[in-house]
Each structure stands twice: as structure tokens, then as C-alpha cells.
């Protein structure tokens, strides 16, 4: 057997630079992302457990934390995280039936993803301050 000295150009893969950014594309992005904040996240609530059974002085530290406005901030993107990971959840259940994979609709969806996702976040916020009564 004899090895051939002349090579064929092999085509380069696509990459993201080649590729004009799709909403579809975005949103599968920032559905892994979510994914990923909501491991920390789920840490977050099981610190926040842990504290409710230590005691009462751990409790209201942890709480303080969470009160503050950075623990805010964190709790507000964890919540709006679990909202948008599981309205993409929800969009890719509707994919697997076969239902909405035209481009057009597609689209739509993940448009109304990222809409939902903020809506509801708001709305549990709201939702969550007027019960406190502030």
C-alpha cells in the first residue's frame, strides 16, 4: 500500500460567526444557561431550609441575607431563571408532538418564551410583596 501525498481540502464546520443570531437559537442558549443558574439556586432554597431547621439566629441571618438587596436581585434572577427554563421546557414539550417547527412559528414561540418568562416573574413578585402586606 502506498500513502497518497496529495490532501483534499476538508470543509470547515460551521461556526457561530457564521451564523445571523435566530431567537430560537438564543433561546435554546439561555435555556442551558437557566439550567445551569438553577443549580445554584436550588443551593440557595436548600441553605434557606437548612437555616429554618438549625435556628431561629441562623433563620434571621439567612434571611437578612436574602433580604438585602442583592440577595433580592440574586432571588429575582433565580426566579425569573426557573420561569424561563420552565416556559422553554414547556415550548420543547410542544415541539416533541410535532406541533409549531415551522420557522415562523417557532419563532413566535420562543418570542412568547421570553415574554412569559418576564410576565410571570413580575407577577410572583408582585404577588409575593402583596402577601407580605408591603
Not at 31 to 42: C, E, K, S, V, W
Not at 114 to 133: D, H, K, Q
Amino acid at each position: 500500500m502506498s500513502k497518497t501525498t496529495a490532501t483534499r481540502a476538508r470543509p470547515l464546520s460551521p461556526h457561530l460567526t457564521i451564523y445571523k443570531p435566530q431567537i430560537t437559537m438564543t433561546m435554546s442558549i439561555i435555556h442551558r444557561i437557566t439550567g445551569g443558574a438553577l443549580y445554584f439556586g436550588t443551593l440557595l432554597v436548600a441553605w434557606w431550609l437548612i437555616a429554618a431547621a438549625t435556628s431561629q439566629e441562623y433563620f434571621d441571618f439567612v434571611s437578612w441575607i436574602y433580604g438585602s438587596w442583592i440577595g433580592r436581585l440574586v432571588l429575582f434572577g433565580y426566579t425569573w431563571a426557573l420561569m424561563h427554563h420552565m416556559m422553554g421546557g414547556i415550548r420543547h414539550l410542544v415541539w416533541d408532538t410535532g406541533a409549531g417547527l415551522e420557522k415562523q412559528t417557532a419563532s413566535k414561540i420562543a418570542w412568547a418564551t421570553l415574554v412569559a418568562s418576564v410576565v410571570l416573574t413580575i407577577l410572583i413578585w408582585v404577588a409575593g410583596y402583596m402577601a407580605r402586606g408591603a
